[in-house]
């Protein structure tokens, strides 16, 4: 699991963007784990690949 920080440093986002990415659903999955926000690795690394795929 990676934490929101450390996903915020992966996809060279800010962290303020990613929050915007995520209160809009077109963020990565992330969830809560006790008081804390975290996506699965592969989940994340798959959401970067779609976003390239894209451009």
């Known amino acids: 699991m990676v934490p929101f920080a450390e996903a915020a440093e ?3 986002l ?3 963007t990613l929050r915007w990415l995520r209160h ?12 804390r926000l975290v ?3 592969s989940e994340l690394y798959d959401w970067i690949a779609e976003q ?3 451009e």
């Open 10 to 12: 992966i996809t060279t």
């Open 14 to 16: 800010s962290p303020a």
């Open 24 to 35: 809009r659903g077109e963020g990565p999955p992330f969830f809560r784990l006790h008081r």
């Open 39 to 41: 996506v699965w690795e």
């Open 52 to 54: 390239a795929a894209k």
